[in-house]
């Protein structure tokens, strides 16, 4: 399956760090996404890295590629308790199918 | 800013029943989806549509389920005899870029 899959499954860090989360993927893609979802609330996405593309910065995040890998990484720096939340990658692959396909996620908690 | 609206926000059915679940997508996305997520666990792709027809569809999605886009503006989600496995959250998407629009969600419980 081309599923990606988030590392770790549960991140717990203090306000003001770095929170990095990993997701791998099997096929080869056109673009990786990342979303975040509040418990019980839909998903909103956060960024958008095509597979030419090897980094991309939207404010706090910033997110790599290595398609070599077949990998990404989420990077949010300055946490605050507000990007409390589960985190999902999701890929299309290159080639077949347009549909996105999610990750297992991943929980983020920021302590005060 | 442009959202994508779903109702009910909860259902609660007994298992058998018919359900439909009403999404309104943004109005000049091209494509729609419906993705569902049981509680805790992964979202799951159920089906796309495009050009008022189904573009792909999962193996979750099976005879059971339905989608229609009736008027131009509502996307609908029929289950016609729901089961207790069927109980989830379902989203509806939209979008005309690659990315994906997600609505707040229903959630269905089949009793």
């Known amino acids: 399956s081309q599923q990606g899959e988030e590392d770790p499954q549960a991140l717990s860090i203090q306000e003001g760090e770095n929170a990095t989360m990993n997701c791998s993927y099997k096929?080869?893609?056109?673009?990786l996404q990342w979303y975040r979802q509040n418990s019980g609330r839909g998903l909103v996405h956060l960024i958008l890295?095509?597979?030419?593309?090897r980094e991309k910065h939207s404010g706090r995040l910033r997110v790599t590629l290595d398609t070599s890998k077949k990998s990404s990484s989420l990077l949010i720096t300055a946490s605050r308790a507000a990007d409390t939340a589960s985190y999902f990658c999701?890929?299309?692959?290159?080639?077949?199918?347009?549909?996105?396909?999610f990750g297992k996620g991943m929980k983020l908690t920021v302590n005060p | 800013e442009p959202e994508v609206t779903q109702t009910p926000s909860h259902q609660v059915t007994q298992m058998g029943q018919e359900v439909i679940l009403r999404c309104v997508p943004i109005s000049n996305h091209l494509y729609f989806y419906w993705y569902r997520q049981i509680l805790g666990q992964k979202v799951e792709f159920l089906v796309s549509?495009?050009?008022?027809?189904?573009?792909?569809k999962s193996e979750i999605f099976d005879d059971q389920f339905s989608v229609e886009r009736p008027d131009g503006s509502n996307f609908t989600l029929k289950i016609r005899s729901t089961k207790l496995e069927d109980s989830a959250m379902y989203f509806c998407a939209s979008d005309s870029t690659g990315e994906l629009f997600f609505g707040e969600g229903s959630r269905l419980t089949v009793l």
């Open positions: 096929t080869s893609i056109n673009n």
């Open positions: 890295i095509r597979s030419n593309e």
């Open positions: 999701a890929t299309d692959a290159r080639g077949g199918s347009e549909k996105l396909v």
């Open positions: 549509f495009y050009n008022n027809e189904i573009s792909e």
